[in-house]
């Protein structure tokens, strides 16, 4: 029996890749979202008010990808835009009741997810992998 594949590098892609299709996939049928837009949302949950431009720093992603993105989300009702109270070009995102419920519906859905990788990770590997992950992505 050979040794399993060592390319980290490679396994993090393919892993993120087919955790992101099996996620959006099971997203969509439960709350008619994809992971992108759902990642959009909870941050506007956590953050009522906030900009364009705050949103695409919380989520590493370039404004104009996040134009997009809430363009497609106000477009189906699950946010709202109104004029920024003292910046005359900027807009704050809010979530709409439609979003609410958007977020609702798939929350159980990502607990399952959860779940799931709890179960093959193990607690502790669950733990320290969720640890790892957010050092590489979050800290210089």
């Given at each position: 029996m050979s040794e399993p594949d060592q390319r980290l590098y490679f396994l993090l892609q393919r892993a993120a890749?087919?955790?992101r299709t099996t996620a959006?996939?099971?997203c969509v049928a439960a709350a008619g979202i994809t992971t992108a837009q759902l990642g959009a949302l909870f941050a506007?949950?956590?953050r009522p008010g906030?900009?364009?431009?705050?949103?695409?720093?919380?989520?590493?992603?370039?404004?104009?990808?996040?134009?997009g993105l809430v363009t497609r989300l106000t477009t189906a009702?699950?946010?709202?835009?109104?004029?920024?109270?003292?910046?005359?070009r900027a807009v704050v995102l809010?979530?709409?009741?439609?979003?609410?419920?958007?977020?609702?519906a798939a929350r159980p859905e990502i607990d399952r997810f959860n779940a799931e990788l709890r179960a093959?990770?193990?607690?502790?590997g669950f733990s320290r992998t969720?640890?790892?992950?957010h050092r590489i992505a979050y800290e210089d």
């Amino acid at each position: 029996m050979s040794e399993p594949d060592q390319r980290l590098y490679f396994l993090l892609q393919r892993a993120a890749h087919r955790l992101r299709t099996t996620a959006d996939r099971r997203c969509v049928a439960a709350a008619g979202i994809t992971t992108a837009q759902l990642g959009a949302l909870f941050a506007v949950e956590e953050r009522p008010g906030i900009t364009q431009q705050q949103l695409a720093r919380s989520l590493g992603l370039r404004e104009s990808a996040v134009t997009g993105l809430v363009t497609r989300l106000t477009t189906a009702g699950l946010l709202a835009k109104r004029a920024h109270p003292s910046e005359h070009r900027a807009v704050v995102l809010e979530l709409t009741d439609a979003g609410t419920a958007a977020l609702d519906a798939a929350r159980p859905e990502i607990d399952r997810f959860n779940a799931e990788l709890r179960a093959l990770l193990g607690e502790d590997g669950f733990s320290r992998t969720a640890a790892a992950l957010h050092r590489i992505a979050y800290e210089d």
